[in-house]
């Protein structure tokens, strides 16, 4: 597998860092309905911060970034892969560089994966 772009993974760390000190302590969630009720209200608080990096608030960006974003294309890319793999023991599907976790119900079984 070849090694993280350097700062590729450390902003991503970074926020769930930021989630697990400032989201998750203390708290008691009774199922993930719960987990996602509070953690919408508690979104509402941390999107208030002005973030250090950004001199922002997050949703502040949330516009700008979209208009800086290209339209989608208005038909799906071929695929670019096609193979057929028997799934391990361990449910977890290599393909190119990347590994796709799969339902463990499907171990032992041949499943395709076809350009759309």
Excluded: K
Excluded at 10 to 21: C, D, H, Q, V
Excluded at 55 to 66: F, S
């Amino acid at each position: 597998m070849p090694a993280p772009r350097p700062g590729g993974q450390g902003p991503i760390e970074r926020a769930n860092g930021y989630l697990e000190t400032s989201f998750l302590p203390g708290r008691v969630f009774t199922s993930p309905v719960d987990f996602n009720t509070q953690l919408a209200a508690w979104l509402e608080v941390a999107n208030r911060r002005v973030h250090r990096t950004l001199q922002a608030r997050p949703a502040e960006r949330w516009e700008a970034d979209r208009a800086a974003m290209p339209p989608l294309p208005p038909t799906a890319p071929l695929g670019r892969w096609q193979t057929s793999v028997r799934i391990g023991r361990d449910h977890y599907i290599r393909l190119d560089t990347c590994e796709y976790s799969v339902d463990p119900a499907a171990i032992g079984r041949i499943v395709s994966m076809p350009p759309r």
